[in-house]
């Protein structure tokens, strides 16, 4: 089992600079080239994988350009368009009143504000993070998925379970400078090593800092079980 460090901002402090240096080039992995696009892709990718939206949206993107596209087509012909992605029926629900919205009442421009973009069906305070830092360059919250909530408690960062109250744990203890890239090497480390199953802690650069870390450690913090 790793040791964190005494306080939770050393930790932190100490988890990025690792990270940083394994993961140079972190950003987002969805394909876009315009905020709705963005805003298209980020709904879709809910419990989803990036790669699969990205399969998806590049046909999708040639169909729909406006969000007057969207909100015109008929539901059965956008869940069909969009079927292998989890939820279809729903995202597409979401997309079509959310462009309806979007077209009617924001003049065809998705929204620059937080308030404006959770008004949207199917925007969370998650999505809309995702949309204000990449499609805005409005940084005003950390971007809480189940890569950043698995490892910031298998961590020992945070003990909050739902992303809401993880996302205002880690405002006080992430430097305002790296709230956008915490979730981006969050992200790539999920992803290459701290797997939701069986993760490579033999591989691991946080090793020696994390509680959570195998064989030592009995039990995973992110989900509170044994390992």
């Known amino acids: 089992m ?5 306080t939770r901002e050393a930790q932190v402090e100490e988890v990025l600079e690792r990270l940083y240096e394994e993961y140079p080039d972190s950003t987002i ?3 876009y080239s315009n905020r709705l696009e ?3 892709a980020v709904i879709l990718s809910a419990q989803c994988t990036d790669e699969r939206v990205n399969a998806v949206c590049a046909d999708l993107f040639e169909t729909y350009e406006t969000p007057e596209d969207y909100a015109s087509a008929p539901q ?3 869940a ?3 079927n292998s992605i989890t939820y279809y029926n729903n995202k597409a629900k979401y997309i079509r009143s959310a462009c309806a919205d979007i077209a009617e009442k924001h003049d065809g421009e998705v929204p620059d504000t937080m308030s404006e973009l959770t008004d949207l069906a199917g925007v969370g305070r998650k999505t809309a993070n995702v949309v204000l830092q990449h499609g805005h360059d409005v940084v005003e919250g950390i971007v809480v998925d189940t890569h950043v909530q698995r490892l910031t408690r298998r961590l020992g960062i945070t003990e909050e379970e739902r992303p809401e109250a993880i996302e205002e744990d880690l405002l006080g203890i992430v430097p305002e400078e790296d709230w956008q890239q915490f979730t981006h090497l969050m992200i790539d480390h ?3 090593t701290c797997t939701a199953i069986n993760p490579d802690c033999d591989e691991c650069v946080l090793v020696d800092l994390c509680p959570s ?3 030592d450690a009995d039990v995973d913090l992110a989900s509170g079980e044994e390992w």
């Open 190 to 192: 999920g992803r290459a």
């Open 213 to 215: 870390a195998k064989p």
């Open 29 to 31: 992995s969805l394909n």
């Open 80 to 82: 069909e368009a969009i």
């Open 76 to 78: 059965e012909e956008l």
């Open 2 to 6: 790793g040791t964190p460090l005494e």
């Open 38 to 40: 963005l805003l298209i």
